[in-house]
C-alpha cells in the first residue's frame, strides 16, 4: 500500500488483485470503518459482496454515525460530525453510493449540490447573558504569549508531546482566548487531553483556521449522518451481496503469533444466548473495530436522567482480550481507563412550541423552517457553567419529522458542574431540566422556562462515558497499527487503530482506516489518498498566520537603519507579494513602515 494524490490515482481503477475471488471478510462491528472496509474491498479488491460478512452487537449499522425516533422518548442523535472539503477517502467513498435522494445522482454529487447552493457559515458564534451577542467579533484575541505557544506546538516534534497534556503545554494566555474557546468547542478538547492530538489538529486543519469563527469551513448532510450516509451506504452493501449479522458480539478472535508472523485463526461470538465462531485461514480475512466512543452511551428521557453507565463495556473489553495477546495490538486501558476525564452529555430537543422557535432565529438571525442553513454550527454560551454549546441543522432532520417541529442537539464539556438556571449537574438533570438550562442561555424570559421546558419540548439526554477517549494523551504503540507487522489476515480499524496520516474523532479517519485495511490486506494496486497537504503549503500557513494575528501586521525588532535595509530586499521579491497578499504587510509596507519596529516582534 502506499498514498498518492492527485487525479491520475484519484481517477485510476485498480485491476483485481490475485486471489481476491477465494478470498472471504469478516468485519467486527458496523460503524463506518466497516460499512467503508466492505464497500472498497467491493469495489477495488473486486471482492464479490456474497465472501462479506459484518457482525454487529447491536440492532442497527452506523456506530456513532446515528439518528433516530425511539417511539417513547422522541428523535436522538448523540452526535455530529462536520464535514470538510478536504476528506479525501470519504468523498472517494461516497462518489460510488448512490443517493436515495436524488435519481441518477451518488452521496456525493447530492452533498456537493446540496453545499453548492446553500453553503454554510454562522452569523453568530458566540452568546453571553442569556442569548445576547458575546461581542467576539470573529477575532482570535491571542496575545504575544499566547501565538509563541501556539507556533512552538505546531513546530515541536511528536516525540516531544507523547504523553502531554494541553493545560502543559499551552499558558492561561492562550487558554482564556477566544481561539481555544472556538476551537475546543468545536472539536470538543478539554485542557487535560492530549498535546499530541491538539498539534496533529493544528497541522490537518490549517487551511480551516480563518473559518473557524463563522464555521464557513464546515458542510454539513441533508439529514442527521444515519439516514443521508448509513443508510445509503448500507443499502448499497446489501445490494452487492454483503450480509449483515446483527445481535451478535465479538468476544474474542484466537492468533497463530510466530516471529514475522501473524495470522488470526478463530472469531469468538454469542448469539441469540448461543456461543459461536469461525475458524479463518489466510485467505480469510478479518477487520476488527477496536474501542468505541459511544460504548455504554444510556438514554434517559423528559423526566429521566442518563445514566453515567461504568460497566462492562464489550467493544473495550474485545480489546483488552485481543492486547494481551501482543505488545503490537495496542494498550487499550490508556484510553479506557479514565471515565471522568473521557465523558461529556448531549441531548437532542424537539420544540413543541412555536415560542422557541423566534428565539432561536433570533440568536441564529435565520428562520429555522426555511430547509436551509440555521445556525450553521454551533452555537457557544460562553458563560454556561457547564459550557454549552447547541445547534440547529438543516430541518426537518429527520424525514420523518414533523413540519412545525425543530430538532436541536446540544452537548456540554463541564457535566459535574451546577448549571446557571438549574443548579444542578448536567450529569444529573433530566431531559426537562437540561432544556430549562438551554431555554435560559437562548434567551428565554424566565418566567416562561418551566411552562415551556414541560409542555413546549421533548428533550432526551445522553452520556457517554468514552465520547473523547481517543484523545488521552497517549505514546507511540498506545495504539495498534491499521496492519500490524507480520500480520497475514488481520486489521484493526476505527478511531483507536494508527493511521499517522490523519485525526481522529473525524469520519474520515474511520474511512480511511478501511480503506488502509483493504488496500493492504489485498494489495490493491491504488494508492490511499495522501492527507490534503496544507501544513505544507506556505500561502495556507500565511493565511493562517495573518487570521491568528486577527489582521495585526508583522512586527520587526531592531535599528531603523536595519529595518529600512530588509524592507528595500523584500520590496521586489516574491516573499514581499506573499506577505501583502495575506495582510502581514500593508500596501504601503514595503515604501518604509509596514513592517513595525517596536522590538516586540
Known amino acids: 500500500m502506499y498514498y498518492s494524490n492527485g487525479n491520475y490515482e484519484a481517477f485510476a481503477r485498480p485491476r483485481k488483485p490475485a486471489g481476491a475471488d477465494r478470498k472471504t471478510a469478516w468485519f467486527v462491528g458496523a460503524g463506518l470503518a466497516s460499512l467503508a472496509g466492505a464497500a472498497f474491498l467491493v469495489r477495488d479488491a473486486q471482492v464479490p459482496g456474497e465472501r462479506i460478512t459484518i457482525l454487529e452487537r447491536l440492532k442497527l449499522p452506523g456506530g456513532a454515525l446515528d439518528g433516530i425516533k425511539e417511539p417513547k422518548k422522541g428523535f436522538v442523535i448523540r452526535g455530529g460530525r462536520e464535514l470538510e472539503d478536504h476528506m479525501e477517502c470519504l468523498w472517494d467513498l461516497f462518489r460510488s453510493v448512490p443517493s436515495l435522494e436524488v435519481e441518477g445522482a451518488s452521496v456525493l454529487d447530492e452533498f456537493y449540490w446540496l453545499n453548492k447552493d446553500d453553503p454554510n457559515s454562522s452569523l453568530q458564534r458566540v452568546t453571553e447573558r442569556q442569548g445576547q451577542d458575546a461581542g467576539t467579533d470573529g477575532l482570535f484575541a491571542l496575545n504575544d504569549r499566547a501565538q509563541k505557544d ?24 492562550f487558554l482564556m482566548s477566544n481561539f481555544w474557546l472556538y476551537w475546543r468547542t468545536m472539536f470538543a478538547f478539554e485542557e487535560w487531553h492530549s498535546a499530541l492530538e491538539m498539534k496533529l489538529y493544528l497541522h490537518r486543519f490549517v487551511h480551516h483556521v480563518g473559518g473557524l469563527p463563522d464555521l464557513s469551513a464546515l458542510k454539513f448532510t441533508k439529514y442527521n449522518q444515519y439516514e443521508s450516509m448509513v443508510l445509503p451506504l448500507t443499502r448499497w452493501l446489501m445490494d452487492q451481496g454483503v450480509t449483515f449479522r446483527f445481535g451478535t458480539e465479538v468476544t474474542d478472535i484466537d492468533f497463530d503469533l510466530a516471529p514475522g508472523r501473524k495470522l488470526a485463526t478463530r472469531i469468538h461470538w454469542t448469539a441469540d444466548g448461543q456461543d459461536g465462531g469461525v475458524d479463518l485461514g489466510e485467505d480469510d480475512l478479518v477487520c476488527a473495530t477496536i474501542g468505541s466512543l459511544t460504548e455504554n452511551s444510556d438514554n434517559g428521557d423528559h423526566h429521566t436522567a442518563a445514566r453515567l453507565d461504568e460497566g462492562p463495556a464489550p467493544a473495550w473489553d474485545l480489546w483488552r482480550r485481543i492486547a494481551a495477546k501482543d505488545p503490537s495490538f495496542g494498550r487499550p486501558e490508556v484510553f479506557c481507563g ?47 457553567s457547564w459550557l454549552m454549546s447547541w445547534t440547529v441543522n438543516r430541518q426537518p432532520h429527520f424525514k420523518q419529522q414533523p413540519p412545525d417541529q425543530i430538532v436541536v442537539w446540544l452537548y456540554s464539556l463541564f457535566v459535574d458542574r451546577p448549571g446557571d438556571y438549574v443548579r444542578k449537574p448536567m450529569q444529573e438533570c433530566t431531559g426537562a431540566e437540561i432544556t430549562q438550562e438551554w431555554l435560559y442561555h437562548l434567551g428565554v424570559p424566565v418566567d416562561e422556562i418551566p411552562e415551556l421546558a414541560e409542555t413546549g419540548a421533548r428533550c432526551v439526554p445522553v452520556m457517554m462515558p468514552y465520547v473523547t477517549a481517543f484523545f488521552a494523551p497517549r505514546r507511540a504503540g498506545d495504539r495498534p497499527d491499521v496492519v500490524p507487522e507480520g500480520a497475514v489476515n488481520f486489521a484493526f480499524i476505527g478511531q ?18 478501511g480503506m488502509e485495511a483493504a488496500y493492504r490486506l489485498l494489495d490493491v494496486e491504488r494508492g490511499v489518498p495522501e492527507v490534503f497537504n496544507s501544513t505544507y503549503d506556505v500561502r495556507a500557513l500565511l493565511a493562517a498566520t495573518s487570521r491568528l494575528r486577527d489582521g495585526a501586521e508583522l512586527t520587526l525588532p531592531g535599528p531603523e537603519f536595519v529595518r529600512k535595509r530588509l524592507l528595500h530586499r523584500l520590496e521586489s521579491t516574491q516573499i514581499g507579494a506573499l506577505l501583502e497578499e495575506f495582510d502581514l504587510l500593508k500596501d504601503d509596507g514595503l515604501k518604509g513602515d509596514g513592517l513595525k519596529g517596536d522590538g516586540s516582534g
Open 150 to 173: 501556539l507556533v512552538k506546538i505546531f513546530l515541536a516534534s511528536r516525540g516531544e508531546l507523547e504523553g502531554k497534556r494541553i493545560n502543559e503545554v499551552f499558558g492561561r494566555d
Open 338 to 384: 479514565n471515565i471522568q476525564e473521557s465523558k461529556w452529555e448531549s441531548a437532542t430537543v424537539t420544540t413543541l412550541d412555536p415560542r422557541i422557535p423566534r428565539h432561536i432565529q433570533k440568536i441564529a438571525k435565520r428562520d429555522p423552517f426555511s430547509g436551509k442553513v440555521v445556525t450553521g454550527g454551533i452555537v457557544t454560551a460562553r458563560d454556561s
Open 496 to 513: 483507536f487503530a494508527e493511521t499517522t496520516r490523519d485525526t481522529i474523532f473525524t469520519t474520515e479517519y474511520s474511512v480511511r482506516t
